[in-house]
């Protein structure tokens, strides 16, 4: 018994030396935000449109080679429309920048930041994070795949939840079921 007991206690001493000796590195990746991209798209009745938004800073945190936290801020004042030119682009990027949308004057920015993170293969993450938008935080869920310094993501955002509603002059309800309450996220990260 007296060994048994021993042998367990030199056990736990070497493997708590080992784990001292060999810990595993928490590292803090930043997001390269000029080589990043950030691509949304907006579905209405008849069709849908594409643009681009820039992030103002963001960083990915690994423990080892694991993907374990997060954190984004993005710049709402960059919102830029793709799919259009002219004064048609020039009108639906003042249009989202307004209160009926975004309000980017009282809220300049958005923010992410990773809650949970789940391994669910070698190099993919099933993700619950914090997204706040017009100051109203909410959970979303996404999957994330990083390979070496970059990372991919994309996400549906419902834009309800952020009192992001279109204000036509439309009259009743009928105005913001012009478009599509979802609208998605494509993310490209370079660390």
């Known amino acids: 018994?007296?060994?048994?007991?021993?042998?367990?206690?030199?056990?736990?001493?070497?493997?708590?030396?080992?784990?001292?000796?060999?810990?595993?590195?928490?590292e803090t990746k930043e997001v390269k935000t000029s080589e990043s991209n950030v691509t949304w798209k907006g579905y209405k009745?008849?069709?849908?449109?594409?643009?681009?938004?820039?992030?103002?800073?963001?960083?990915?945190e690994f423990d080892g080679e694991k993907l374990v936290g997060g954190e984004f801020v993005v710049d709402m004042t960059s919102i830029n429309t793709t799919d259009l030119e002219g004064d048609y682009k020039n009108?639906?990027?003042g249009h989202l920048g307004s209160d009926d949308f975004f309000g980017i004057e009282k809220h300049p920015?958005?923010?992410?930041?990773?809650?949970?993170?789940?391994a669910t293969g070698k190099n993919s993450y099933a993700v619950t994070g914090d997204l706040t938008i017009k100051g109203t935080t909410k959970p979303v869920t996404f999957d994330?795949?990083?390979?070496?310094?970059?990372?991919?993501?994309?996400?549906?955002?419902?834009?309800?939840?952020?009192?992001v509603k279109?204000?036509?002059?439309i009259i009743g309800t009928a105005k913001d079921k012009l478009i599509y309450d979802e609208f998605d996220l494509v993310v490209d990260l370079q660390m």
């Open 1 to 26: 018994m007296k060994k048994t007991i021993l042998s367990l206690a030199l056990i736990t001493l070497f493997a708590a030396a080992a784990a001292v000796a060999n810990p595993i590195k928490k």
């Open 45 to 60: 009745v008849g069709g849908s449109h594409t643009g681009t938004i820039a992030l103002k800073s963001g960083a990915l």
């Open 91 to 93: 009108k639906l990027d």
């Open 109 to 118: 920015t958005a923010k992410l930041v990773f809650k949970k993170v789940k």
């Open 144 to 163: 994330v795949s990083v390979y070496g310094d970059k990372a991919t993501a994309s996400l549906k955002v419902d834009r309800t939840n952020y009192d």
């Open 166 to 169: 279109y204000g036509s002059g």
